[in-house]
């Protein structure tokens, strides 16, 4: 996985706005990455994940429910697209990417490929 | 009014995206803040971090909607007393983390609290709250005392 900062940002900016991109952490783990990124308010098919040139895009679509008998007293959380890029490495195996929705909370795990991950050396 | 600290924007160095909105909410809760002659930041001493809050009424109903991804149930409060509503808890890291495998975190953990005064008197014995998808949807009803009433004009 890539993880300079320029590359992802600069990928992200061309299609999607700062403000609608997610709270996202990242974590490698032996065999793969994790990525949580949060998307409250999103129902699980309104997430689209796709991998296309080596980057992986997360849309999702947060709906705001239009009701004219609503007087809003506050209205601080947002509604729209979020969306997400972030670029695939070497490292990783693009055919293996799960991911789980659960409670706003939207995780992807990457598989590396065999030759990334760590070997144990034998001493003989 | 006392003699408050000034505090800074932002002294987090972690990219945000909506760091610019919230500096502007701090902004705005610091000026409540010193209106009210309150102590800068004192309802926000318990909080690492401050949850998206929406607030509507209805005719009969207030509703409070806060985003709180990734929680447990069991770690979110909500109190009412009097015309004041607090929301507080705490958001836990899920899995057991080892710091030097983060490559990127942007994701907010640990106490948060949110008090608001709701604008008429309620009813705290009908407060109903649920948990879903990441957000906390909570259901207020007015006291019959402050419920619009239809008044029929007598011909």
């Known amino acids: ?12 900016d061309r299609w999607c706005e700062p403000t609608m991109q997610p709270p996202t952490d990242i974590q490698e783990f032996e065999d793969h990455f994790a990525i949580d990124v949060e998307l409250p308010g999103v129902a699980a098919d309104r997430v689209d994940l796709q991998v296309e040139q080596g980057e992986l895009r997360v ?13 809003y007293l506050a209205s601080e959380r947002r509604f729209g697209t979020y969306c997400r890029v972030f ?13 789980e929705l659960r409670d706003g909370v939207l995780r992807v795990q990457i598989k590396k490929h065999a030759k990334a991950m760590p070997k144990k050396i034998q001493i003989n | 009014m006392t003699l408050v600290r000034w505090q800074p924007r932002g002294t ?4 945000a995206p909506n760091r610019d909105v919230e500096g502007i909410q701090n902004e705005m809760n610091r000026m409540f803040d010193w209106f009210f002659g309150r102590e800068s930041g004192e309802s926000l001493v318990d909080s690492a971090w401050i949850p998206a809050v929406d607030i509507f009424q209805d005719a009969d109903n207030y509703h409070v909607h806060v985003d ?13 007393s009097g015309d004041s509503l607090t929301i507080s808890g705490e958001k836990k890291r ?7 495998n983060f490559f990127r975190v942007e994701r907010s953990f640990g106490r948060f609290s949110r008090s608001m005064r709701l604008p ?5 014995e009908r407060i109903s709250a649920k948990y879903q998808d990441g ?9 019959e005392t402050a419920r619009p009433k239809q008044i029929k004009v007598q011909s």
């Not at chain 1, 849309?59 to 007087?71: I, K």
């Not at chain 2, 987090?12 to 990219?15: G, I, L, N, Y």
């Not at chain 2, 899920?94 to 030097?100: G, L, V, Y």
């Open chain 2, 68 to 80: 709180l991804p990734g929680m447990q149930r069991d770690d979110i409060d909500i109190t009412m």
């Open chain 2, 135 to 143: 957000v906390l949807q909570i259901v207020i009803p007015k006291a």
């Open chain 2, 94 to 100: 899920e899995s057991k983390q080892d710091d030097d």
């Open chain 1, 1 to 12: 996985m890539n993880t300079r900062t320029e590359h992802k940002r600069e990928a992200a």
């Open chain 1, 87 to 99: 670029r695939l490495g070497d490292l990783v195996d693009p055919e293996g990417i799960t991911a």
């Open chain 2, 12 to 15: 987090v160095s972690r990219w």
């Open chain 2, 120 to 124: 008429s008197s309620v009813d705290a």
């Open chain 1, 59 to 71: 849309t999702a679509e947060r709906l705001h429910a239009v009701d004219e008998n609503r007087d």
